[in-house]
T-cell receptor, first 114, second 112 residues
Framework: DGGITQSPKYLFRKEGQNVTLSCEQNLNHDAMYWYRQDPGQGLRLIYYSQIVNDFQKGDIAEGYSVSREKKESFPLTVTSAQKNPTAFYLC?????????????FGDGTRLSIL | SQQGEEDPQALSIQEGENATMNCSYKTSINNLQWYRQNSGRGLVHLILIRSNEREKHSGRLRVTLDTSKKSSSLLITASRAADTASYFCATDYGGSQGNLIFGKGTKLSVKP
C-alpha cells in the first residue's frame, strides 16, 4: 500500500540536543511538507520541498533544518536553537506543489522535552 | 499567517443528526480543501472544491463554497460515532496557487 511513513511515533529531546524526524513516501510525489501542530491549533508550515535537492522555508522555519536528497525522503532536524520544540509534527506529500492537489499525511511524530 | 478559520470551534451532536461546520477566509482563493483528523493521527483529505464550483458531494459529505462571502461549509449527514474527529479547512492564497494554509479546526463529537 502506498503512503507516508513517519518515525519514530514518539521522541524525547534533551537540552541542547538535535533530533531528526524521518519521513518516507512511496507515492512518487514531487512535493513534500513538514508541519507543526500545537494543541488545539491548526497546522503551521515549517519547510516544504517541490523537487529533489530543493526546499524552501515555511512560516516557522527558525530552529529547524531539512534535506531532500531523494524523492522518497524528507527528514526534519529539530535543532537546539528551537527553544520550544514540544509539538506534534506532521509530514505530508502531494503530486505537485499546486493547491489543486490533495495532500497525503503521515501519522505524525510527537516530540517532547526531557 | 492565518487564512481560514473554522466555526464553531467545537460541536457535539447525537448519532443520526447532521453536522455543519463553517470556514471563513480572508483573501481570494483558487481552491479550498477539507480534511479530517482523528485524535493522535495524521490528516485525511475529504474534498477539494475549486473557486468556480459552488457545491460538491462525496458520500455523506456536502461542501459548499460562496466566494462572494469568502466562506465554505461542510455538512455531514446522518452522523455516526466514527465521524468524531477534528475537521480542518485549508486554502491557498489566490495569487500563487501554492501552499495550503490550515485553519484551527472544528472538533466534532458524535455521541452514540
Amino acid at each position: 500500500d502506498g503512503g507516508i511513513t513517519q518515525s519514530p511515533k514518539y521522541l524525547f529531546r534533551k537540552e541542547g540536543q538535535n533530533v531528526t524526524l524521518s519521513c518516507e513516501q512511496n507515492l512518487n510525489h514531487d512535493a513534500m511538507y513538514w508541519y507543526r501542530q500545537d494543541p488545539g491549533q491548526g497546522l503551521r508550515l515549517i519547510y516544504y520541498s517541490q523537487i529533489v535537492n530543493d526546499f524552501q522555508k515555511g512560516d516557522i522555519a527558525e530552529g529547524y533544518s531539512v534535506s531532500r536528497e531523494k524523492k522518497e525522503s524528507f527528514p526534519l532536524t529539530v535543532t537546539s536553537a528551537q527553544k520550544n520544540p514540544t509539538a506534534f509534527y506532521l509530514c505530508a506529500s502531494s503530486i505537485t506543489k499546486y493547491s489543486n492537489q490533495p495532500q497525503h499525511f503521515g501519522d505524525g511524530t510527537r516530540l517532547s522535552i526531557l | 499567517s492565518q487564512q481560514g478559520e473554522e466555526d464553531p470551534q467545537a460541536l457535539s451532536i447525537q448519532e443520526g443528526e447532521n453536522a455543519t461546520m463553517n470556514c471563513s477566509y480572508k483573501t481570494s482563493i483558487n481552491n479550498l480543501q477539507w480534511y479530517r483528523q482523528n485524535s493522535g493521527r495524521g490528516l485525511v483529505h475529504l474534498i477539494l472544491i475549486r473557486s468556480n464550483e459552488r457545491e460538491k458531494h462525496s458520500g455523506r459529505l456536502r461542501v459548499t463554497l460562496d466566494t462572494s462571502k469568502k466562506s465554505s461549509s461542510l455538512l455531514i449527514t446522518a452522523s455516526r460515532a466514527a465521524d468524531t474527529a477534528s475537521y480542518f479547512c485549508a486554502t491557498d492564497y489566490g495569487g500563487s496557487q501554492g501552499n495550503l494554509i490550515f485553519g484551527k479546526g472544528t472538533k466534532l463529537s458524535v455521541k452514540p
